[in-house]
C-alpha cells in the first residue's frame, strides 16, 4: 500500500525555521508531481507549494519568496524549506501525491500523508 510520511515539524521561535521531508513509498506515485499543504485550527486544507517531476515548482502567494519545495527523485522525497516562520505559519503540514492531473486543492488528491504539526510561537 502506498504511503507518504511527513517528518520535521516542530515549535520555534519566531524567525525560525524547518526542514520538512516527505517520502513517498510507491514509485508510481513519486514520479508525478508533489506537493505540501497545511491546515491551521479551524480552516481549511491548503495549498502551499508543488513540485514537478521535472523541478518545476510554483507557491501559494502568501509563501512566494520565502518557502522554497524541492525534490529528489532519486529519493522519492520531496522537502519544504521554511525560513522566517511566525504564528501565522502555525498549522498541519501534509504532502500530496497523485497519478492523474494535479490540484491545487486541499479536498482532492489520492494520496496525503498524516500530517506533521508545525507551530510558530510569538
Known amino acids: 500500500q502506498a504511503q507518504l510520511e511527513e517528518i520535521g515539524g516542530g515549535l520555534v521561535q519566531t524567525g525560525g525555521s524547518l526542514i520538512l521531508s516527505c517520502a513517498v513509498s510507491d514509485r508510481t506515485f513519486s514520479r508525478h508531481t508533489l506537493g505540501w499543504f497545511r491546515q491551521a485550527p479551524g480552516k481549511e486544507r491548503e495549498f502551499v507549494a508543488a513540485?514537478?517531476?521535472?523541478?518545476?515548482?510554483y507557491y501559494e502567494d502568501s509563501v512566494k519568496g520565502r518557502f522554497t519545495i524541492s525534490r529528489d527523485n532519486a529519493k522519492a522525497k520531496v522537502y519544504l524549506q521554511m525560513p522566517s516562520l511566525g504564528p501565522e505559519d502555525t498549522a498541519v503540514y501534509s504532502c500530496?501525491?497523485?497519478?492523474?492531473?494535479?490540484?491545487?486543492?486541499?479536498?482532492?488528491?489520492?494520496?496525503w500523508g498524516q500530517g506533521t504539526q508545525v507551530t510558530g510561537s510569538s
Open positions: 513540485c514537478s517531476w521535472g523541478n518545476f515548482s
Open positions: 500530496k501525491a497523485d497519478t492523474t492531473e494535479w490540484s491545487n486543492s486541499g479536498a482532492a488528491g489520492r494520496l
